[in-house]
């Protein structure tokens, strides 16, 4: 048995017929997505509803498949961002301390990176009087990335599994003779070529310099994300003539969120996907894919329906997202001020693993309040769109079953990790993520 990176015959997601069902389920509801709202077809599921017209394509799928303009635009954003990632500036950030005794080291630029986007797309603005040609290339075309982006998060995820099998130049920190082995993740060293390529065999594949998980958790998919929405704002600006106070809205809950991942970047280092999870076909379709095409889905629908909320819903939905975001970042900033022992006077329990777990303010509450907050304020984006389409909530069901998923799978590796500790915990902090409710 490898010290370094132990086997592990767990499979979750139900193994292989779970897996290969989301591999295949996902992008097929992505585009199914499209095919229910866009210019020339909307349906809300009850109303309008025409299979015939939700199978029916602009272009033939495979025509999209092979379009070397949307592949060449695609690869010119994923590695002009790649590149940006590399040379602006930033400063350096240690992650956690892995298997072997070493810490990696992260250059976090995510300031700069944005800056420079927004600076890029504010001169465009002025240099084309408004017109912005290439965020009408991107509204017209949504079906077209939505296509590649799969594609590549297939043949990414694909590489970089091969990749994790090849070993290192630069020997790890390991005092075994597993010196030139790359760190696996350790939920995805199953030796199952299907599983492993899923849920991600390396747990930090790096090219040089550049950490390809934390480069996709933030940058392609975050940031085109930002860019779909804005590209909704501006073909309804360029329809209309107007703005709506709804699009006005939801590009600023979904903006906030946006930078405050792509701005607060050291959090994530100490995140399930960053520490824990390896670099597999789940995180990369999730990061690359998901992210953009399925989170605009909300821009997508206000652009092609006016939605006028009126000042009461409008400021109902601010505040019910200002308590949801308080509650989401106040609590991730005490667990890792805590961690970071800023926060002596608040209760804990010691662990015989070394790590201490808070049971007091926040963490007292649940043992999730971080979840609880995420998910009040994922439900400010569906409210935003108003209440005649419930395609617009699919995201508040489907982020609560993500969190819940999440939750179950935290507390299976936290009951490993800590054993009679976390029994304790669990008796101190009994709620999970709702309190009194669950
Ligand atoms: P948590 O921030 O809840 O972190 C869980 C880890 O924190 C545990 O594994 C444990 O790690 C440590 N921990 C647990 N309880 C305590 C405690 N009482 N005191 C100290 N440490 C504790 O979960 P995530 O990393 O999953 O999520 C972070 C944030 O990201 C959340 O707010 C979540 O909502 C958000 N998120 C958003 C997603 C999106 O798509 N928008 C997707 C996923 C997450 P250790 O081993 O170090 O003890």
């Known amino acids: 048995m490898s010290k370094l990176n132990p086997v592990t015959k767990h499979m979750e997601?139900?193994?292989?017929?779970?897996?290969?069902a989301i591999t295949l389920g996902l992008p097929m509801l992505l585009i199914t997505f499209h095919q229910l709202i866009n210019d020339d077809y909307q349906?809300?599921?009850?109303?309008?509803?025409?299979?015939?017209k939700i199978l029916t394509f602009k272009r033939p799928l495979l025509d999209i498949c092979l379009d070397g303009q949307i592949w060449t635009y695609y690869l010119l954003w994923f590695s002009g961002l790649a590149f940006l990632d590399l040379v602006l500036p930033g400063y350096y950030k240690q992650g956690v301390e892995l298997r072997d005794g070493s810490k990696?080291?992260?250059?976090?630029?995510?300031?700069?990176?944005?800056?420079?986007?927004?600076?890029?797309?504010?001169?465009?603005?002025?240099?084309?009087?408004?017109?912005?040609?290439?965020l009408q290339f991107l509204y017209s075309h949504i079906l077209e990335f939505t296509v590649i982006s799969i594609l590549f998060s297939f043949a990414f995820s694909t590489f970089i599994y091969f990749f994790s099998f090849i070993t290192l130049r630069t020997p790890n920190n390991s005092t075994t003779d597993e010196k030139n082995d790359k760190i696996l993740a350790t939920g995805g060293n199953t030796g199952n070529v299907i599983y492993d390529w899923f849920i991600g065999r390396e747990l930090n594949p790096r090219f040089g310099p550049l950490d390809v998980k934390l480069f996709c958790e933030l940058r392609p998919g975050m940031l085109l994300w930002l860019l779909l929405n804005l590209s909704c704002m501006h073909h309804q600006w360029l329809t209309s003539g107007h703005v709506t106070d709804s699009m006005i809205l939801l590009n600023f809950v979904q903006s906030i969120y946006i930078f405050d991942g792509v701005l607060n970047e050291d959090g994530v280092l100490t995140m399930m996907d960053v520490t824990t999870d390896g670099f597999g076909y789940m995180l990369c379709f999730g990061d690359l894919s998901l992210v953009p095409f399925s989170y605009s889905v909300q821009a997508r629908y206000l652009a092609l329906n006016e939605v006028t909320l009126g000042l009461p819903l409008t400021l109902f939905i601010l505040i019910l997202g200002l308590v949801g975001f308080y509650i989401f970042k106040a609590s991730n900033n005490e667990k890792s001020a805590f961690r970071q022992g800023q926060k002596p006077h608040l209760k804990y329990i010691k662990t015989k693993r070394g790590t201490n777990l808070l049971v007091d303010s926040w963490w007292g509450i649940s043992q999730h309040p971080n979840y609880f907050g995420d998910w009040i304020y994922s439900l400010t984006w569906c409210l935003s769109t108003g209440?005649?389409?419930?395609?617009?909530?699919?995201?508040?069901?489907?982020?609560?079953?993500?969190?819940l998923h999440r939750q179950q799978r935290d507390e299976l590796k936290c009951r490993e990790k800590y054993g009679k500790d976390w029994e304790e915990y669990e008796r101190q902090v009994p709620y999970k993520i709702i309190p009194y409710l669950y």
């Not at 349906?43 to 015939?52: E, G, V």
């Not at 209440?387 to 969190?403: D, E, M, Q």
């Open 13 to 20: 997601f139900s193994g292989i017929s779970g897996v290969l």
């Open 43 to 52: 349906t809300n599921l009850f109303q309008n509803f025409d299979l015939q």
């Open 104 to 134: 990696l080291t992260y250059l976090i630029n995510g300031i700069s990176i944005v800056s420079f986007l927004l600076v890029l797309l504010a001169s465009r603005f002025v240099i084309t009087a408004g017109a912005l040609p290439e």
């Open 387 to 403: 209440f005649s389409n419930p395609i617009n909530y699919y995201y508040a069901l489907y982020f609560g079953s993500l969190l």
